[in-house]
């Protein structure tokens, strides 16, 4: 028998306590009298009490949590029928979608170790993964086409913690995530509400000049990467704060300090190296190669993981198309850090990063009041999966090119230019 370990000693109490009241008034922006769905690492449980005091105090109606465990998980990978992999709890992820349609905010805590299920037949966890994914589609729309307030916070998990600090005690490795974590979420400042509101300010002036420029595509040039990303009629820069369709304005991440915005599903040509190994469900995929035509990838590769990557895009059509391109510069705080954190929610922050998959309706010019198909035709991409990964660095420029064909340098050496 294995008891959760407690690490609450490493942990600095009072920016967990901050990075909860950040969560509850920055991240989600929570309102009086709104249900909170939050679901969590069964490690996270001491944030998850903060959280859920903060979020009654500012006056949530009901605060639900899920939790998840990795020893559960795995039990279901040596222990359960074949059949199983094939199943999700969809009766869980209806029950969520119908929370978000009566206004509830949703909260997510990661942390899970990104190596659980590196030993497990990468067959078996594509089938859970997509089985998963369908079940989820109904809550996740709701969320990706931000009908609803939502957040994501992190908690640093042991197992987490010595995937990124092999070389010393876990305990130790514990104390070191928690701080890079307090200080990528700017709670580690006197006074983090102001800090946040701030630095949203300095993201608005980037989405502003470049939705000014209303750029027809972005070349990015670098070591391995000749890559023409065109975007989508009608895309609009989003990065910060941004208000979601209930009117509530709220940082989805936290940490963040990408400007991001949606390409055209179809005008995607060239090749691009990843800069950064990409850490998915528990597989590590490293130096990603791969060849777009007509803004589908033609080909794959990469040293490490190659099998997971092109099982992840066979997920459907739209798992081969683009749905989000974003701009980091390489002097964010997550990149100076120098950490790789094998967590998207980080790492992403790190780099300029493409995601396949899925776009963000609200990365549409009055993108709230699109149908799917009129997203789909101004060239907005759909699937199942939206996998950000990243291919910027210190070696990538980057021009946007006008319709006439006219290059604005937009980032030279990895900085805004
Ligand atoms: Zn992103
Ligand atoms: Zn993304």
């Known amino acids: 028998m294995t008891i959760v370990p407690n690490f609450q000693t490493v942990v600095d109490p009072q920016k967990l306590e901050k990075l909860a009241e950040v969560a509850v008034k920055v991240g989600l922006r929570l309102q009086p009298g709104q249900d909170l769905v939050i679901t969590a690492p069964i490690a996270a449980l001491s944030l998850v009490r903060l959280i859920t005091k903060h979020a009654y105090m500012a ?6 949590t899920f939790y998840s465990d990795e020893e559960t998980t795995l039990a ?5 029928p074949d059949a199983s992999f094939d199943k999700a709890s969809d009766w869980l992820y209806e029950g969520m979608a119908k929370a978000y349609a009566n206004g509830a905010a949703r909260l997510a805590i990661s942390g899970d170790n990104p190596m659980m299920l590196s030993g497990q037949d990468p067959s078996k966890v594509a089938r859970a993964n997509k089985a998963n994914s369908m079940a989820y589609k109904p809550a996740l729309e709701k969320i990706a086409n931000f009908d609803i307030n939502w957040n994501i916070v992190s908690y640093p998990n042991a197992a987490w913690a ?3 600090f092999p070389d010393v005690p876990e305990e130790v490795a514990v104390g070191k995530l928690a701080d890079a974590i307090f200080a990528a979420s700017r709670v580690d400042l006197a006074d983090p509400v102001a800090a946040w509101a701030e630095h949203n300010g300095n993201l608005r002036k980037r989405s502003t000049w470049l939705n000014g420029e209303r750029f027809s595509a972005l070349h990015f040039t670098g070591p391995g990467t000749d890559l023409t990303v065109g975007l989508a009629d009608g895309h609009e820069w989003h990065g910060g704060a941004s208000t979601a369709k209930n009117g509530i304005t709220c940082n989805p991440n936290v940490p963040t300090e990408e400007v ?5 599903a179809l005008r995607v040509e060239g090749h691009v190296s990843s800069t950064k190994p990409l850490s998915h469900q528990g597989t590590l995929i490293d130096n990603i190669q791969v060849k777009f035509e007509g803004g589908r990838i033609v080909e794959a590769k990469a040293t490490k993981g190659e099998e997971v990557l092109n099982k992840v895009l066979d997920t459907d059509e739209g798992a081969r198309r683009l749905g989000e391109v974003a701009l980091v510069p390489h ?3 997550i990149s100076k850090s120098g950490i790789l954190f094998y967590n998207t929610l980080f790492d992403e922050n790190a780099s300029c990063h493409i995601a396949l998959g899925q776009c963000y309706s609200k990365c549409f010019l ?3 009041s699109l149908s799917q198909d009129q997203i789909k035709a101004q060239g907005g991409n759909s699937s199942l999966i939206h996998i950000d990964w990243m291919i910027g660095s ?6 946007g090119i006008r319709a ?12 805004w230019a």
Do not use: C, L, N, W
Request: charged share 30%.
């Open 394 to 399: 210190d070696k990538v420029d980057i021009d």
């Open 59 to 64: 006056g949530a109606g009901i605060v639900s």
């Open 76 to 80: 279901r990978y040596e222990y359960a």
């Open 331 to 333: 002097s964010s705080p």
């Open 260 to 264: 991001f915005t949606t390409p055209h």
């Open 162 to 164: 010595k995937q990124v």
């Open 366 to 368: 009055d993108g709230a």
């Open 404 to 415: 006439d064909g006219a290059r604005v340098p937009v980032m030279r050496k990895g900085e």
